[in-house]
């Protein structure tokens, strides 16, 4: 596994009974920054996207704004309750979010699959988790043209996709939303819909093969087919 989840840091009691959390996972490049993005211009009064923090060095095609970049020492200097989750990459540096960051009524998540329970956990008022998934010629075109073969992390991406496809796969109760348009526009509306209904959107047959094909097509990658 590509991310996994090092230690939970729980908020005092009751600090975020008052937010929702949406959780958008999924595997790169399937929109999920452009969803959350779309949702919260179109809902600025109730949403907001909580920016991560991360130890690692900035990097030229950073978006404007994307982390706050802290070091390994202002890290460990912040207090427990300071943090409401991070992960460990496998190269030492960390990611994770900040217990001043979730300032709306709902905080809508670029979530890692191995940081969902730590959501779940951390005392928000409610957690819905959505996955986004592409159609398998879209997921591949987009992996390809995210991560072409000469790609020194295509290997690592893709084995994250794999196991994040296969998360979704084992969790039924996540809501999937297929996510080919070039806007996202359509994705978002569908999320924001389900998300306010509070129902859980029994899987279709067609998402749940999709779901199936994208496994089938991310394994067929990591094999050089």
Known sequence: MWYYTLTMYYPPHDSLRNTEALLLVGTSGVGKSAIARHICETYPEDCTSPTSFTTR???????????????????????PTDI?????HPDGNLYGTLIDEYRSRISVIDAMTSSVDDFRNAG??????????????????????RYP????????RLTEALTCLLWLQDNPDVSLI???????????????TQFKS???TPRSDQ???????????VTQLLHGQ
């Open 198 to 200: 509070k129902i859980i």
């Open 84 to 88: 409401v989750q991070y992960i460990q």
């Open 149 to 156: 073969p000469d790609h020194p992390a295509r290997i690592p």
């Open 207 to 217: 998402l749940s093969t999709a779901l199936a094909d994208d496994i089938t097509v």
């Open 57 to 79: 060095s900035p990097r030229p095609d950073d978006a404007s704004g994307a982390y706050h970049f802290l070091s390994h020492e202002e890290v460990a200097s912040l207090k």
């Open 124 to 145: 928000f008022g409610r957690v819905a988790v959505f996955g986004i998934i592409a159609s398998s010629p879209e997921l591949q075109r987009r992996l390809d043209r």
């Open 178 to 192: 297929l996510n080919d348009a070039p806007t996202n526009g359509p994705a978002a509306v569908e999320v924001m």
